[in-house]
């Protein structure tokens, strides 16, 4: 038999996949999964059943409902005063993964460079392989994961083409001030690059912390894309949900990868999300105060075994350093909870190109219900 494609060659399972199976197997509590292990707001799964029930059932048109398109062209106007148009704008996507995969299949040629700030969402080191691009990795730095300036600035070549920033920051936590984004801003606005701004955990804010779309920056609205995503906003990650937001040029280029890849996205799900975002404003402070009790409840918890960190402002995951705790790599202590104390959680290791610095850590999800929660920290106790 012939060989499969090149440009998946290294492709491994994700790390997802491999520490979900060892939780299964030995029936680990798993705060590995990004995802809740709860349901959405049970209001708006009715709204989809009502959807289906409508009719709602055929393809949709391909850049997305224009029901969605126009609501999501309202919340940006709403929440950060940027104007979308529905029409030449905005596409939706199944998911922000398909997002991610159409804006750098629309944008890099092979031997383009992307510059990738690790740790990353690992789907983007992909879809940068299967453009035939190459991942330029810089490194956020511990403890609080910034960025050098020069260091980011040295690895702008004249092949590079694109940066991908993700705020708030998976796994970090992570909420970019405005002074960070403006830096990374001028590098882009200075040696004439793209940037997409990944900003799937927009609203997963805690204690004041406010989001900055980084197209919002002085001069950066043309050349920024953003993607964001339903799946986190209304904890509903299977519904898949995308959307970008781009220039008229981008968003054509875009479009035209879409209509070959998936061609159109499931309309009673569109319709419901478009619902969804009507009500976001009054939805929002209860999801908020959800999230932070999780994450203050687990946080403490961690405290009190001996784990040192920074609580995050954002996203649902805690990125914990774990050398005071053992003398073990990231893979090998995830490995050894799982075993020992049936925890499963992420090691980070696999969201870093370049750096080491992710073997001193390990990912945790709070976005679980709290009996989980309680059960993951009664069996860690004594660690
Ligand atoms: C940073 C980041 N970007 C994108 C995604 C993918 O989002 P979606 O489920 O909408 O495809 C995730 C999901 O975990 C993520 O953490």
């Not at 997305?64 to 062209?73: C, H, I």
């Not at 403006?182 to 004041?208: N, P, R, T």
């Not at 908020?288 to 995951?317: A, C, H, M, W």
Request: hydrophobic content about 40%.
């Amino acid at each position: 038999m012939k060989e499969t494609a090149t440009r998946i060659a290294g492709f491994k399972d994700s790390i997802f996949g491999t520490i979900s199976k060892l939780a299964r197997e030995h029936n680990a509590v798993n705060l590995g999964q990004g995802f809740p292990d709860f349901d959405g707001p049970e209001w708006l799964k009715d709204i989809a059943y009502k959807k289906m029930q409508e009719g709602h059932n055929q393809y949709a048109p391909f850049p997305g409902t224009v029901s969605l398109r126009q609501e999501v062209s309202n919340y940006y106007k709403d929440f950060y005063k940027l104007n979308y148009d529905p029409e030449s704008h905005i596409t939706i996507s199944v998911g922000a993964t398909e997002a991610i995969y159409l804006v750098i299949t629309a944008l890099i040629n092979p031997g383009d460079e992307v510059i990738v700030l690790e740790p990353f969402y690992d789907s983007y080191v992909a879809s940068i392989k299967m453009a035939g691009g190459i991942p330029i990795p810089v490194t956020m730095h511990a403890p609080d994961f910034s960025i050098d300036k020069n260091e980011l600035e040295k690895s702008i070549s004249s092949k590079t083409k694109l940066i991908i920033l993700n705020n708030p920051h998976n796994p970090t936590g992570k909420v970019w001030s405005k002074e960070e984004l403006i830096d990374v801003a001028h590098l882009s606005m200075k040696h004439d690059l793209y940037l997409m701004s990944d900003e799937v955990y927009e609203f997963l804010l805690f204690d004041g912390a406010k989001h900055i779309p980084t197209a919002t920056l002085e001069g950066m609205y043309e050349r920024t894309i953003t993607v964001s995503s339903a799946g986190k906003t209304f904890g509903l990650t299977g519904w898949k949900i995308g959307w970008i937001c781009a220039n008229e040029s981008i968003t054509k280029a875009v479009r035209l990868v879409h209509q070959y890849v998936t061609f159109a996205v499931s309309t009673p799900i569109q319709e419901a999300v478009a619902e969804g975002l009507k009500k976001l404003p009054d939805y929002l402070p209860g999801f908020v105060e959800l999230y932070k009790s999780k994450r203050d409840f687990f946080y403490k918890e961690l405290r009190e075994l001996g784990f040192d960190f920074q609580i995050p402002k954002g996203t649902y995951f805690m990125m914990v350093p774990i050398s005071k705790k053992t003398n073990l790599k990231d893979v090998e202590f995830a490995l050894k909870l799982i075993q020992e104390r049936k925890v499963a959680t992420v090691p980070p290791s696999a969201f870093y190109l370049k750096s080491s610095e992710g073997e001193k850590f390990l990912r945790f999800c709070f976005a679980k219900k709290e009996e989980t929660l309680k059960l993951a920290a009664l069996q860690l106790k004594g660690l």
